[in-house]
């Protein structure tokens, strides 16, 4: 779905919901109508009430939505697979007012895959908001760091929010500037 496109949708149960920008939780009721303005990356942005919301993919059937599917990992798996799954997952989380990932907005720094000495892996992640008080920040962490720790393997997730160096428009990918217009 298009961040331009709306469709309608009806709240089937109560559910918890993160208010855009301000990224507080609150609970959309039953019965309220609303639209879905953004469905990437398994979560949903929903206009309700004249107010956008965040809802998390595992609650998708609140509003008529199927979770995504796990990841897996084939058998046999190296650290680089696990690595490369990483990012894969980091490119589910979207920015819920902008249709683009936090990979191609460029506000991943950093991800390391650390074995342990069990077989399981520990991961690293470095990460920025485009402004340093946006409120959604703690949503995009928690969002970067639950996707990533769903990996077959992974034991431990540690995102780390840095400001250091500041993101600017230049560190997007290039087909994020074209979507967003910021070619310059």
């Known amino acids: ?71 897996a990992l084939p058998a046999g798996a190296t650290d680089a697979d696990v690595l490369e799954l990483a990012w894969a997952q980091l490119r589910t989380c979207f920015d819920p007012e902008i249709p683009i990932n936090i990979v191609d907005l460029g506000l991943i ?31 995009l962490v928690a969002d970067a760091r639950d996707k990533i720790a769903m990996i077959p393997t992974v034991s431990d997730v540690n995102v780390e929010l840095v400001f250091d160096p500041p993101w600017n428009h230049s560190m997007m990918s290039e087909s994020a500037r074209l979507e967003t217009g910021m070619m310059f």
């Open 1 to 71: 779905m298009r961040s331009q496109d709306r469709e309608p949708l009806v709240i089937q149960r109560d559910v918890p919901a993160v208010i855009i920008p301000a990224g507080f939780t609150v609970t959309l009721r039953q019965g309220m109508p609303g639209y879905i303005t953004q469905a990437l990356g398994g979560s949903f942005t929903v206009s309700v009430e004249g107010n956008l919301f965040r809802i998390a993919g595992d609650d998708g059937d609140a509003i008529g939505r199927d979770p995504l599917p796990k990841p």
């Open 109 to 139: 720094y950093d991800c390391t895959v650390t074995p342990q000495a069990d077989g399981t892996r520990h991961i690293d992640v470095r990460m920025t908001l485009t402004a340093p008080g946006c409120g959604m920040g703690e949503v």
